[in-house]
C-alpha cells in the first residue's frame, strides 16, 4: 500500500510539473502585423515614441486591446532603402479611453503619410481609410533582447544613442530620425509578445 501512494504521489507531481513547464515554453503568444512602411516619431521625452504603420494592413486588425505594456519587436526588411535589415526593441504603452493602443489613425498629410504630426485627427473619414495604425511605444536598450523569446535573441539591434561623435554627428541610430522623406522606412513587420 504504502509503494502504491508513493508512486501515485511521483506521477502526480510529475504531471504537475509537465504541465507547468509546458505552459511555461507555450505561454507567449505572438501577435505579428506587417506593413508597407512605417515612421517612429519621437514622443517628446525619450524612451517616448509613436510608432506608425501604414499599407498593406489587414482591416480587421484589431485595435484599442494592449490592456499591459508588452514586449515587442520591431523588424524592418532587409528591402527597405533605409534602415533594411534592423531592429528595435519597444514596450508597448497600455491602452486607455483616451488614447486607445493601438488606434486606426488618419494623419495630417493623409495618403502620403507625410508625417506632419503624431495626432490622430478626429475626421469624419473612416479611421481605417488610410490604412494606418498608431502605437505608443517607449524603446528599449538592445540588451533587454534577454527578455525576449529565443528565436528573436540575435537581430541586428538598433537603439537610442546619447551623444555626438566627433564630427558632431548625432550617435542616435533609432530609425525615423531622419529628415523627410527619408524617415519612412519599410516593408516592416511588428512581433508583439502577450503572455
Known amino acids: 500500500m504504502k509503494f502504491i501512494r508513493m508512486f ?43 510608432f506608425y504603420m501604414q499599407g498593406g494592413i489587414p482591416e480587421d486588425t484589431a485595435s484599442a486591446w494592449v490592456d499591459k505594456e508588452y514586449w515587442a519587436v520591431l ?3 532587409k528591402s527597405s532603402k533605409v534602415h533594411g535589415g534592423e531592429s528595435t526593441i519597444f514596450k508597448l504603452k497600455r491602452s486607455s479611453k483616451a488614447s486607445p493602443q493601438p488606434e486606426w489613425c488618419v494623419t495630417e498629410g493623409g495618403a502620403e503619410f507625410a508625417g506632419k504630426g503624431p495626432a490622430c485627427l478626429k475626421t469624419p473619414a473612416d479611421p481605417k481609410s488610410m490604412n494606418q495604425l498608431r502605437f505608443k511605444v517607449k524603446v528599449q536598450y538592445s540588451e533587454t533582447a534577454k527578455n525576449l523569446p529565443a528565436e528573436f535573441q540575435d537581430k541586428n539591434w538598433v537603439q537610442y544613442e546619447v551623444g555626438y561623435d566627433d564630427d558632431g554627428v548625432a550617435l542616435n541610430k533609432l530609425p525615423g530620425r531622419l529628415a523627410p522623406p527619408d524617415h519612412t522606412f519599410g516593408p516592416v513587420t511588428l512581433y508583439i509578445f502577450k503572455e
Open 8 to 50: 501515485i504521489f511521483i506521477l502526480f507531481n510529475t504531471l504537475i510539473l509537465v504541465s507547468f513547464n509546458f505552459k511555461l515554453v507555450n505561454s507567449t503568444e505572438i501577435v505579428t502585423i506587417k506593413a508597407n512602411e512605417a515612421r517612429l516619431y519621437f514622443g517628446g521625452l525619450f524612451p517616448s515614441y509613436i
Open 75 to 77: 523588424e524592418i526588411d
